[in-house]
């Protein structure tokens, strides 16, 4: 009951931080604007939704009607999402590159610093292990639910193992129009982030980075590439 009370209150009251955005930094201000010629059925994949309202990158786009996969490897925020959210389909999972048992490490209940990567916490005198989990992957996960092949939007904001999450997607089975993942080397600004092994990374599969907001970095595919 004390879960479903606190989950109960992240997706109805909670503040949602403004009418116009929702996103930290504004990324669904941009990522609208980048989708706004979406011919076919609008579908967004959510990885590491977190708050299905507050700080979300897709929530916006919920509002305007579409629909899609929220996934996070907390049980509360999952429950959240589907309060608050109820045309998604939510899912509790854990994505990285390969299949296996992880630890969970987390600051607090409802945390967005919530990960599966010791090795990226700063300070672990702050954290505490929460539980485990077995990883999947995200082409397992997108198959699971059938989405498909050239979706509208693929978010990525997983706490340290975001290249991890790209390398499990196969871009000859799905390409996504629009890709936003937290790139932690954007702290250095736009050489760091040309530098990163994401940018390299997502660049051969044919993106091109299009924005760049806070930590996020934002890439976009011409529809008429997707093949």
Not at 41 to 66: A, H, M, Q
Request: charged share 25%.
């Amino acid at each position: 009951m004390k879960t479903f009370i606190s989950a109960f209150r992240k997706a109805v009251l909670s503040p949602a931080k403004a009418k116009t955005s929702y996103s930290q930094f504004a990324e669904d201000l941009i990522i609208q604007f980048e989708l706004k010629d979406q011919q076919s059925e609008p579908i967004y994949v959510d990885v590491g939704c977190n708050n299905p309202r507050r700080g979300s990158n897709t929530f916006l786009l919920y509002k305007k009607g579409w629909r899609g996969l929220l996934i996070d490897l907390e049980y509360e925020k999952i429950l959240a999402c589907k309060l608050a959210r109820p045309r998604d389909k939510s899912i509790l999972a854990a994505v990285s590159d390969v299949r296996e048992l992880v630890d969970i490490y987390s600051q607090k209940s409802f945390s967005t610093n919530t990960t599966i990567a010791p090795e990226c916490i700063s300070d672990t005198s702050t954290y505490k292990k929460i539980g485990q989990i077995e990883t999947k992957t995200l082409n397992e996960i997108l198959k699971e639910n059938q989405i498909p092949k050239c979706f509208s939007f693929l978010n990525i904001d997983v706490e340290g193992v975001d290249f991890k999450v790209l390398k499990s997607l196969n871009f000859d089975e799905y390409q996504p129009t629009l890709i936003c993942i937290e790139n932690w080397d954007s702290r250095g600004g736009i050489d760091k982030i040309v530098a990163s092994e994401i940018h390299q990374y997502i660049v051969q599969k044919n993106y091109t980075l299009c924005a760049w907001s806070g930590l996020s970095t934002i890439y976009k595919k011409d529809p008429k590439l997707c093949i």
